[in-house]
């Protein structure tokens, strides 16, 4: 379900039986590839359309063993197709009782109609987000573990009634949609 057209990177989301479900999603990452302790991600996409849609970016850790770790996660964007002109940006960490997380929407255009260049500047104590080369969010989690190597997922998925942060797909949605990636 990722395919290339025009110069894009299409993830798309498509009514396919799979696994139980009813629709087909798709995903990359650059886990067995490019890895980096700190610096800049910067990622041009157009989010997917309709309710039950969700596109995001997100860097996933591994530590110095190359052992999946999570959290920590930070996530560059989320849209989701319920309300396609807010982009949640979040970072997760470990706290004493388990999993926290600091999350802040920014309500801007909708990111479903047009391409929008998503990025974030790590470095050891601060974690910055931009939009169209705004800044929007900064973070200092205290709580990190040192020497980790963050790799870059981009995908898109379909909620369901369980998940009330995406929301189930209804009769109005077309899950004929795509992420696209410049």
């Known amino acids: 379900n990722a395919v290339v057209q025009n110069g894009f990177l299409n993830l798309l989301i498509k009514p396919e039986l799979n696994n139980g479900e009813h629709y087909a999603s798709a995903g990359i990452d ?34 110095s063993q190359g052992n999946s770790l999570w959290p920590p996660e930070i996530v560059l964007t989320e849209v989701q197709g319920k309300d396609p002109t807010s982009n949640v940006m979040t970072v997760w960490t470990q706290g004493t009782s388990g999993p926290e997380y600091n999350s802040t929407t920014y309500v801007g255009p909708n990111f479903t109609n047009s391409f929008h260049t998503f ?17 929007r969010k900064t973070a200092t989690p205290s709580n990190f573990p040192s020497n980790l190597k963050w790799k870059l997922a981009i995908g898109d998925l379909v909620g369901d009634a ?11 949605t077309s899950l004929s949609t795509s992420m696209q990636v410049d």
Do not use: M
């Not at 067995?32 to 596109?55: C, D, I, L, M």
């Not at 998940?163 to 797909?169: E, K, M, Q, R």
């Open 30 to 63: 650059t886990g067995f590839g490019y890895k980096q302790e700190y610096g800049k991600w910067s990622v041009r996409v157009k989010a997917p359309t309709g309710k039950g849609a969700s596109g995001y970016v997100g860097l996933y850790a591994e530590d």
């Open 162 to 172: 369980n998940n009330s942060f995406i929301g189930a797909p209804d009769s109005a």
């Open 119 to 135: 990025t974030v500047e790590y470095e050891p104590g601060q974690i910055r987000w931009y939009v169209d080369g705004n800044l």
